[in-house]
């Protein structure tokens, strides 16, 4: 069972990263066909289970990397089409851009860096559960 705070945590991140998600959406919608068995975005409740992108995280306890705990980002595209590598080092970039900019937001007085390493994206620093978790 985990802690509210670790919930409400989990939480706020997962807004972030719907934030997100919803630019992507916006930015490159028509580019690249859905996959068939995807529901076009806005259809279900969770914009993980909609549309063109999934863009989350999963906490990595940091094994074997130099910035320790933290959560390695995912970004997955639902289309058949061959999406090309610039293009998702694009999308890619933009994402750390963004998380760049609206970690501080989502996580005030929180020391959270965005860093690359071994091709993929962390988000790692002070990761406690204290209180400084945003209301919104």
């Known amino acids: 069972m985990r802690s509210r705070e670790a919930m409400q945590w989990e939480e706020t991140l997962k807004g972030v990263f719907d934030s997100i ?11 690249y066909s859905l996959h068939p068995s995807r529901p076009a975005r806005g259809i279900t409740a969770n914009p993980e289970d909609d549309g063109l992108f999934n863009v989350g995280a999963a906490f990595s306890a940091g094994f074997g990397s130099k910035y320790g705990p933290g959560y390695v980002v995912e970004i997955r595209l639902s289309t ?9 080092a694009e999308i890619k970039a933009k994402v750390f851009q963004r998380l760049e900019k609206q970690l501080p937001a989502a ?6 860096h ?11 620093g002070d990761l406690s559960l204290d209180d400084c978790v945003s209301k919104s």
């Open 21 to 31: 998600d919803a630019e992507l959406e916006t930015e490159y919608s028509g580019r």
């Open 80 to 88: 058949l089409i061959n999406v090309p590598d610039e293009v998702r």
């Open 107 to 112: 996580f005030p007085g929180k020391e959270l």
């Open 114 to 124: 965005v860093s690359e390493e071994n091709g993929v994206i962390r988000i790692h």
